[in-house]
């Protein structure tokens, strides 16, 4: 198999795996603040359901939910059924929505009481506090610690081949097992660094875009 | 703070066995109608097996009937030569591919082929995200429990592959009792470890695939793996990243079968698979798709059919070795 037909193969692998990456991160920024609220509600039995669900989340192995959330259903003789990539994609949007949401947690939980207490002095109402104090201010500080969940998301991808689905590294295993070429394993590695580097890149840009205060 | 915490663990308990109930209600739910679906088709093929043994068409079952409303029958593969692989198009190709097309063909269904890992191969089949196995699948009694087989239609044995210039090191299996052993979790090379006292002491590594088991030798991390001959000799061959690999002779299986792995339920749909390598055995069709593969050697239908009633699988149903016997 020539270069350029290995790499063709493992362009479609990448594409399954930006695929992935892209819904997973598009779906779970969003649902991740649906959590947030959840856990930080005033309603006790929401806020203990949320909790329990991120515990249940956060304490499994997203391996064991992709398994379970795709075979489950069919073990269990239920009608409902999802496709392969389907099935990844809803553990992967609620586990990645799990983690989000506890790190936006903390970034609201980090705003001083006073800033609150200073927006109602000035007679602001509670959504103007929100959004015109509070927020830009919790997305500062949640880069960083987002930025370590986006990159682990993009080699957690690679979760997705326990259901056979020909993400890149099973794209890449697929090719080993026939040519028995070990050198794509590298070239995988490569795609994988060059991808996390374009990743990294753009959050150091948000990163300074963001740093308006610092001199 | 004491009380909450006690109240949240109460409540996830609570869950817990709501969850508990939940799965229980519905798995004995469903239990009756899953026996009487069992005993219904199993009356029908037997039926069948006796008033039909000739004219395939006319077998049916609430199982058959599945696969032909669905139109398709979805195969579970690996990539394994030369079994399923992909060509240098990238086009399914391989023994297996067509005669997998070439059965399917004879139902008058089209063939999915899907990719699993071979360790969830049970899971799949049960969870009905496959129909059959399809992929040089070894027939023995545990696998029998947990599915049905078709006519076994090739001859397979697992053989040892370590380093080269260790080729001589192993002349039987008791030398090999300290060594790290790769195998692919699951397969039938696992059982020739765990069947041998010998090996039985030896360093397991469960690999998630024969070429995985390769791999460790090769970079030894392993210092012996056990994987399928047709695997082994494929790979091995002069010019391959793992020509500096060797297939010891002397260290090997007895004779496995290959055969397709069904549903227990689905006696109707093997009843059909049988019948229909059974025409192609007849056609001389099955032979030459073995030719193209250089595994003519191999194969036990078609070849020379009146050995085939002898090594046909004990699942077999009777239908599908009347007919063999007819052919013969």
Same mark, same amino acid.
């Given at each position: 198999?020539?270069?350029?037909?290995?790499?063709?193969?493992?362009?479609?692998?990448?594409?399954?795996?930006?695929? /992935?990456?892209?819904?997973?991160?598009? %779906?779970?920024?969003? $649902? !991740?603040?649906?959590?947030?609220?959840?856990?930080?509600?005033? =309603?006790?039995?929401?806020?203990?359901?949320?909790?329990?669900?991120?515990?249940?989340?956060?304490?499994?192995?997203?391996?064991?939910?992709?398994?379970?959330?795709?075979?489950?259903?069919?073990?269990?003789?239920?009608?409902?059924?999802?496709?392969?990539?389907?099935?990844?994609?809803?553990?992967?949007?609620?586990?990645?929505?799990?983690?989000?949401?506890?790190?936006?947690?903390?970034?609201?939980?980090? /705003?001083?009481?006073?800033?609150?207490? %200073?927006?109602?002095? $000035? !007679?602001?109402?509670?959504?103007?506090?929100?959004?015109?104090? =509070?927020?830009?201010?919790?997305?500062?500080?949640?880069?960083?610690?987002?930025?370590?969940?986006?990159?682990?998301?993009?080699?957690?991808?690679?979760?997705?081949?326990?259901?056979?689905?020909?993400?890149?590294?099973?794209?890449?295993?697929?090719?080993?097992?026939?040519?028995?070429?070990?050198?794509?394993?590298?070239?995988?590695?490569?795609?994988?660094?060059?991808?996390?580097?374009?990743?990294?890149?753009?959050?150091?840009?948000?990163?300074?875009?963001?740093?308006?205060?610092?001199? | 703070?004491?009380?909450?915490?006690?109240?949240?663990?109460?409540?996830?308990?609570?869950?817990?066995?709501?969850?508990?109930?939940?799965?229980?209600?519905?798995?004995?739910?469903?239990?009756?109608?899953?026996?009487?679906?069992?005993?219904?088709?199993?009356?029908?093929?037997?039926?069948?097996?006796?008033?039909?043994?000739?004219?395939?068409?006319?077998?049916?079952?609430?199982?058959?009937?599945?696969?032909?409303?669905?139109?398709?029958?979805?195969?579970?593969?690996?990539?394994?030569?030369?079994?399923?692989?992909?060509?240098?198009?990238?086009?399914?190709?391989?023994?297996?591919?067509?005669?997998?097309?070439?059965?399917?063909?004879?139902?008058?269904?089209?063939?999915?082929?899907?990719?699993?890992?071979?360790?969830?191969?049970?899971?799949?089949?049960?969870?009905?995200?496959?129909?059959?196995?399809?992929?040089?699948?070894?027939?023995?009694?545990?696998?029998?429990?947990?599915?049905?087989?078709?006519?076994?239609?090739?001859?397979?044995?697992?053989?040892?592959?370590?380093?080269?210039?260790?080729?001589?090191?192993?002349?039987?299996?008791?030398?090999?009792?300290?060594?790290?052993?790769?195998?692919?979790?699951?397969?039938?090379?696992?059982?020739?470890?765990?069947?041998?006292?010998?090996?039985?002491?030896?360093?397991?590594?469960?690999?998630?695939?024969?070429?995985?088991?390769?791999?460790?030798?090769?970079?030894?991390?392993?210092?012996?793996?056990?994987?399928?001959?047709?695997?082994?000799?494929?790979?091995?061959?002069?010019?391959?990243?793992?020509?500096?690999?060797?297939?010891?002779?002397?260290?090997?299986?007895?004779?496995?079968?290959?055969?397709?792995?069904?549903?227990?339920?689905?006696?109707?749909?093997?009843?059909?698979?049988?019948?229909?390598?059974?025409?192609?055995?007849?056609?001389?069709?099955?032979?030459?798709?073995?030719?193209?593969?250089?595994?003519?050697?191999?194969?036990?239908?078609?070849?020379?059919?009146?050995?085939?009633?002898?090594?046909?699988?004990?699942?077999?149903?009777?239908?599908?070795?009347?007919?063999?016997?007819?052919?013969?």
């Amino acid at each position: 198999m020539s270069f350029i037909d290995i790499m063709k193969s493992l362009s479609d692998g990448f594409s399954v795996t930006l695929m /992935i990456f892209g819904i997973t991160l598009a %779906a779970s920024l969003p $649902l !991740g603040l649906v959590f947030t609220f959840g856990s930080m509600s005033k =309603v006790l039995p929401l806020r203990w359901l949320t909790k329990f669900v991120v515990w249940v989340i956060r304490g499994t192995p997203l391996m064991l939910q992709i398994i379970l959330i795709f075979y489950g259903p069919g073990l269990l003789n239920w009608d409902l059924k999802f496709s392969r990539m389907n099935a990844v994609l809803i553990a992967f949007v609620i586990n990645y929505s799990c983690y989000f949401s506890e790190i936006y947690r903390a970034g609201l939980e980090s /705003i001083p009481k006073g800033q609150y207490e %200073a927006g109602q002095v $000035l !007679g602001m109402t509670k959504p103007q506090i929100f959004f015109k104090v =509070v927020l830009m201010q919790v997305v500062k500080r949640i880069v960083p610690p987002m930025g370590n969940e986006i990159i682990t998301l993009v080699k957690d991808t690679s979760l997705a081949r326990v259901i056979a689905v020909t993400e890149l590294v099973k794209a890449a295993e697929d090719i080993i097992s026939q040519y028995a070429n070990i050198r794509v394993y590298i070239y995988i590695a490569v795609f994988y660094l060059a991808f996390t580097a374009l990743v990294t890149w753009l959050l150091h840009l948000a990163e300074k875009k963001l740093s308006y205060y610092s001199v | 703070m004491k009380k909450k915490i006690t109240a949240i663990i109460a409540s996830a308990a609570m869950c817990l066995g709501l969850c508990g109930c939940g799965e229980s209600t519905s798995s004995t739910q469903s239990t009756p109608a899953n026996t009487s679906s069992k005993t219904e088709s199993a009356a029908s093929a037997a039926s069948e097996a006796n008033s039909a043994a000739s004219t395939s068409g006319e077998i049916s079952g609430a199982d058959w009937d599945y696969i032909k409303d669905k139109g398709e029958l979805v195969v579970g593969i690996t990539y394994n030569m030369p079994m399923n692989y992909k060509d240098e198009q990238g086009e399914l190709t391989g023994f297996e591919t067509d005669f997998t097309n070439a059965v399917c063909e004879k139902l008058g269904v089209t063939p999915k082929f899907q990719v699993i890992e071979w360790s969830k191969k049970e899971i799949e089949l049960k969870s009905k995200n496959i129909d059959v196995i399809w992929n040089g699948l070894t027939v023995n009694e545990d696998r029998k429990k947990e599915m049905l087989f078709s006519t076994s239609y090739m001859k397979n044995k697992q053989v040892t592959v370590v380093k080269a210039e260790n080729k001589d090191k192993y002349p039987d299996t008791a030398s090999m009792g300290e060594l790290t052993i790769a195998f692919e979790a699951g397969s039938a090379g696992e059982d020739i470890i765990t069947g041998d006292t010998a090996l039985a002491e030896c360093k397991q590594v469960k690999s998630e695939a024969q070429k995985d088991a390769l791999l460790e030798v090769k970079s030894g991390t392993a210092d012996a793996c056990i994987v399928d001959y047709t695997l082994a000799k494929a790979f091995t061959k002069e010019g391959s990243d793992y020509a500096d690999l060797a297939v010891l002779e002397n260290i090997q299986s007895s004779d496995e079968e290959y055969a397709i792995g069904a549903r227990l339920e689905d006696t109707t749909v093997v009843a059909k698979i049988n019948a229909a390598i059974d025409e192609l055995a007849n056609e001389g069709k099955l032979s030459e798709i073995a030719k193209k593969y250089d595994l003519s050697d191999a194969l036990l239908v078609g070849g020379n059919s009146a050995d085939t009633s002898d090594t046909a699988s004990e699942t077999v149903s009777s239908a599908a070795s009347e007919s063999v016997s007819e052919a013969a």
